[in-house]
């Protein structure tokens, strides 16, 4: 089961961070069809947030078709995003690993690592809201 982790100092909202750490976790093939949700409940007593905050996610995911609500028995995995190169045990993590590996042992900082990765992400795929 996925736990939620929420940073106040992110700047991105707590619902879009449970959005998004689901997303992340069906592309990792970490949450699978079939698989159930932490409960609205459970989220609240892990994290300390408003219970509306993770109903409103769980809402935008049923809106994206990646999750479904079972009334009286919780919420759902529907469909999943994994691909397998992008599998939690791939080679491509792996190697992946290996190169924060080395990026932390040159002295890197992970605000570093994750200014260099989506500095690459932008250039290969376009900034995030960019037609490119």
Do not use: C, H
């Amino acid at each position: 089961m996925i736990e939620y982790r929420i940073d106040r100092r992110s700047g991105v909202s707590t619902y879009q961070q449970i959005v998004q750490q689901t997303k992340q976790a069906l592309r990792l093939g970490l949450l699978e069809p079939g698989d159930k949700l932490p409960t609205a409940r459970e989220v609240v007593e892990l994290t300390a947030i408003n219970p509306n905050t993770v109903l409103k996610a769980y809402r935008e995911l049923e809106r994206e078709g990646l999750v479904e609500p079972r009334p009286g028995l919780g919420t759902f995995v529907r469909r999943s995003l994994a691909r397998p190169e992008a599998a939690a045990d791939g080679p491509l993590r792996g190697e992946l690993v290996g190169w924060v590996d080395r990026a932390r042992a040159s002295g890197l900082e992970r605000e570093d690592v994750a200014a260099l990765v989506a500095s690459v992400l932008d250039q290969r795929f376009g900034a995030p809201g960019s037609a490119g």
